[in-house]
């Protein structure tokens, strides 16, 4: 009932085409939030990557710092 009265509300010929365009509607709000998370992951994803690079250069600038001073008290 509640169909019918939603399809002749937006002009539609058969109850069948709102489902339909219900439906629709839902899949690309899922599909857009879905997007949303995506692009947030992607972001973390790269923060870390970076975060990690710092810290291996961080590192081997801290070896390389202990490597000089103990040529140069030999």
């Known amino acids: 009932w509640l169909v019918s009265l939603f399809t002749r509300l937006l002009g539609m010929q058969l109850p ?5 365009m219900v439906f629709i509607f839902i899949l690309l ?3 857009f939030m879905m997007t949303i998370e995506l692009s947030a992951l992607e ?4 923060d870390l990557t970076q975060e ?5 250069k961080e590192r081997r600038d801290e070896l390389l710092i202990q490597k000089e001073k103990k040529e140069s008290e030999s």
């Open 16 to 20: 069948v085409n709102f489902v339909f």
């Open 29 to 31: 709000v899922k599909l």
């Open 43 to 46: 972001n973390k994803v790269k």
């Open 52 to 56: 990690l690079a710092r810290e291996e």
